[in-house]
Nanobody, 126 residues
Framework: QVQLVESGGGLVQAGGSLRLSCLASGRSFSSHTMAWFRQAPGLEREFVAAIGLYDDRTYNADSVKGRFTISRDDAKNTVALTMNSLKPEDTAVYYC???????????????????WGPGTQVTVSS
């Protein structure tokens, strides 16, 4: 079991940057593949980025490639999403998610992640 809490959201102008952080409880954080998803009003939750075990595998959605970077610090039980060159279409609630214990592969579907944080709002103004 792992509990997740996001932080770092806010209001930023287009072209700006934000860094989201997700703090996980429990001693098994290093054994969970982690991901970020986002959901804009009226739209389905969509995959943003994921990072596998031991920080050796990452995957970004095409819409954020070259702008967003996912990273993890197992010593601090945190996963971060660094977002640069933000666009108004990046506006959404951003969620941190974890796969079940020991699964190394990243996944693009939200159904593959049983653990979720409450989300943090990111608003990009034009």
């Amino acid at each position: 079991q792992v509990q997740l809490v996001e932080s770092g959201g806010g209001l930023v102008q287009a072209g700006g940057s934000l860094r989201l952080s997700c703090l996980a409880s429990g001693r098994s954080f290093s054994s969970h593949t982690m991901a970020w998803f986002r959901q804009a009003p009226g739209l389905e939750r969509e995959f943003v980025a994921a990072i596998g075990l031991y920080d050796d595998r990452t995957y970004n959605a095409d819409s954020v490639k070259g702008r967003f970077t996912i990273s993890r610090d197992d010593a601090k039980n945190t996963v971060a999403l660094t977002m640069n060159s933000l666009k108004p279409e990046d506006t959404a609630v951003y969620y941190c998610a974890a796969r079940a214990f020991g699964i190394a592969e990243v996944a693009l579907s939200s159904s593959e992640y049983p653990y979720w944080g409450p989300g943090t709002q990111v608003t990009v103004s034009s």
